[in-house]
């Protein structure tokens, strides 16, 4: 499928998931952050999976707490190039595939999660807890799961 069809199908491929893994990070996040104290930890499987609530200052994965404002500035700077590096594609009359398409979306729903939460509460909310990763959340898990897609993408691409 071209032209305006598959435009506007893609556009609302994208909206659709990129909305969908905001919502569900929003629920997510409020439900365990309702369900637990800070540093609370309820064992899913003893020693290998637990949920552990925890305040990420830093970006995903809990790297380089504590640097304010950098962590609101990057991800809105972020999520403009994202939406700009889709419409410049699409005024240039060149189609993403769909690969990239999902894995853009799911890269800026997890951008606004996680935005969404340091602008509200000046921290991440995080309680996904696998023990020999740092905690983490739905948003997290969307935007690594995008930015494998894109690699993944660029190899078959090189090839």
């Excluded at 790297?63 to 594609?89: E, T």
């Excluded at 240039?92 to 799911?106: D, T």
Aim: proline letters at 3%; one cysteine or more; glycine letters at 6%.
């Amino acid at each position: 499928m071209k032209g305006p069809k598959r435009s506007q199908t893609d556009i609302v491929i994208s909206l659709l998931i990129t909305f969908t893994v905001v919502a569900i990070d929003r629920l997510t996040k409020s439900f365990f952050a309702n369900l637990l104290f800070i540093g609370e930890t309820i064992p899913v499987i003893k020693k290998i999976f637990h949920l552990t609530l925890v305040h990420n200052t830093g970006i995903a994965f809990g790297f380089f707490k504590d640097q304010g404002i950098v962590f609101i500035v990057i991800p809105i700077f972020l999520i403009i190039l994202l939406i700009f590096n889709v419409y410049y594609y699409r005024q240039n009359n060149q189609a993403l595939s769909r690969l990239y398409i999902i894995a853009f979306s799911l890269i800026l729903g997890g951008a606004i999660g996680n935005l969404i939460d340091r602008i509200a509460f000046g921290y991440v909310i995080d309680f996904l807890d696998f023990m020999v990763w740092p905690v983490f959340n739905v948003a997290d898990s969307a935007i690594t799961i995008g930015a494998s897609l894109v690699a993944f993408e660029c190899f078959q691409l090189k090839r």
